[in-house]
């Protein structure tokens, strides 16, 4: 068992310099708020790894409450780094950090409260993890197919992947724990799931190009390539002269076989020239403009605010409202009195 606990700690040791390592890696990220949340989540992965060994408290010392207050905010953590990286929605940093602090919350109240709750406490803790885990999850799943930026597009796969096998690893070695073998024996396959988790992100972040870290749309100089100034004038005929972008649920696919092109190298053209990362954006400011200039047209006055939705594009009128106070700060029926006063 001694030789056991030797090998778990020698893991543990290099699955926490793999963290602090993809800390490094997310350390030069261009926004503060994309820096910050990933150097955070790093963190909580090291406490992690420290805090879930038996022998961490000896290790870490006076430093151990410190370390486990980082590590019971991963989930929430996990949350804000992911809707940061893949999600181009600018959120508050109080809003973003939220989820972290709630887990924070639950897990002082689980320690706090009186014992016979305290399990009670622990269970709801883990629900809400679970539910963050997810949700993060899901907006990382939800926006892959609208992603222009093709270093973040091939990044959701291994992230998905990742997160997926090491929750089903912690479930499965759970399950063998209660069930057939004592927690020391597996103390190293779960050290050793961590080191491969922590290596593999490492080398995943130093692979990708540094426009993954840019969170402002930026287009570069006009590219002298013929073939690229041909497929941008067709995309400008399409968007600009048939108003392509009016198609309801209109897919970069469509548009793709509509200019000739494969998917591919027009996610790359409408990314690197035109500045945009996420399709959506790309085609709902056309449509909001349109719909700003139906909404501050007194012969429209009376159409109902979903058929001009319709119109210019959008499926339902849930997208649009968002779309619309997104780019204008007011809803559409607020937008048009302020329009037509």
Not at 79 to 94: I, Y
């Amino acid at each position: 068992m001694d030789e056991l606990a030797s090998i778990e700690l020698l893991v543990r040791g290099a699955a926490v310099g793999g963290f602090l390592g993809l800390a490094l890696c997310l350390g030069r990220a261009d926004p503060a708020r994309l820096r910050l949340s990933g150097v955070l989540f790093c963190l909580s992965c090291a406490g992690h790894v420290l805090t879930q060994s038996p022998s961490g408290r000896l290790v870490t010392g006076a430093a151990f409450p410190v370390i486990w207050l980082l590590s019971i905010t991963g989930a929430g953590l996990f949350w804000a780094f992911a809707t940061d990286l893949f999600s181009d929605e600018a959120r508050s940093r109080q809003r973003r950090f939220a989820p972290a602090a709630l887990n924070l919350i639950l897990a002082l109240s689980a320690l706090l409260i009186w014992p016979p709750f305290s399990h009670v406490a622990w269970v709801v803790y883990s629900i809400v993890s679970v539910a963050m885990i997810g949700h993060a999850l899901y907006v990382i799943a939800r926006g892959w197919r609208d992603d222009l930026v093709e270093s973040r597009r091939k990044l959701r796969g291994p992230m998905l992947a990742s997160a997926a096998g090491y929750g089903l690893m912690v479930v499965l070695l759970e399950v063998t724990q209660m069930l057939w073998r004592p927690m020391p024996e597996l103390a190293p396959v779960g050290a050793t799931a961590l080191l491969l988790l922590s290596l593999s992100g490492m080398a995943v972040f130093l692979s990708v190009n540094s426009d993954l870290l840019q969170s402002a749309p930026r287009a570069s100089a006009p590219r002298k390539n013929a073939a690229d100034r041909a497929l941008l004038a067709r995309l400008n005929r399409a968007m600009d002269e048939e108003e392509t972008w009016r198609t309801e649920a209109l897919t970069m696919f469509d548009l793709a076989t509509q200019v000739g092109a494969p998917e591919h190298r027009l996610r790359r053209l409408i990314n690197t020239e035109l500045g945009y990362r996420n399709f959506s954006a790309y085609l709902n400011e056309r449509r909001v403009h349109a719909a700003k200039t139906a909404l501050a047209d007194a012969d429209h006055a009376l159409k109902p605010v979903s058929s001009i939705a319709y119109e210019v594009g959008f499926a339902s009128l849930g997208p649009f409202n968002r779309a619309f106070k997104a780019a204008t700060g007011a809803t559409p029926s607020d937008w048009r009195v302020q329009a037509q006063s």
